[in-house]
């Protein structure tokens, strides 16, 4: 884990500073979509890892798939304003929002790291869950929260469906 995570803290840097470089000069620098799509693409690897994983809890998995899904989620917006920025006429203002959710996204990012890298307990868990909440304000005070509609259109309805039975066979039998 300690190569992907050092290339993707250099990722999320150079995204920084390239946003740093575009408010100086108050206009977009699409050079950055490249990188964006790259922790986009790592989020979305990871995402699945955990959306497959059953060699631990259904809890730790979920914690860990949904704090992933929710990186992929935010910084995919980010990167869907950052390409339509001079149309809709967003320059800078896409700029000045990717700045304040970038921290949040760096913050969620590392602990998921750490999480990955040993045993989540129960505090691991709920600290996971406040960065997302966190990650998820933020976002959509910034205006890089997908909708709802954006959201619910990637959900597979079979998973979902045989999960949730799966869940109710479990607190059906005292398992849960």
Not at 102 to 113: D, I, K, R
Request: one cysteine or more.
């Amino acid at each position: 884990m300690t190569v992907p995570f050092v290339s993707d803290l250099v990722s999320f840097s150079e995204v920084a500073s390239m946003f740093e470089h575009m408010s100086a000069r108050r206009s977009v620098d699409s050079s950055v979509i490249g990188k964006l799509e790259t922790l986009v693409a790592q989020a979305r690897h990871r995402e699945s890892f955990w959306l497959k994983r059953r060699a631990v809890s259904r809890d730790d998995a979920f914690v860990m798939y949904h704090s992933w899904r929710n990186m992929r989620l935010v910084l995919s917006k980010m990167k869907s304003r950052v390409e339509v920025a001079s149309t809709a006429h967003e320059n800078p203002k896409v700029v000045t929002d990717s700045l304040e959710v970038l921290p949040c996204a760096v913050e969620l990012f590392s602990a998921l790291y750490c999480a990955e890298g040993g045993k989540l307990d129960e505090n691991g868990k709920l600290e996971l869950l406040e960065r997302v909440t966190t990650l998820r304000s933020v976002a959509s005070q910034a205006s890089m929260l997908p909708s709802l509609e954006e959201e619910l259109a990637e959900v597979d309805e079979k998973i979902v469906n045989n999960e949730l039975a799966q869940m109710a066979r479990a607190i059906g039998a005292g398992r849960y």
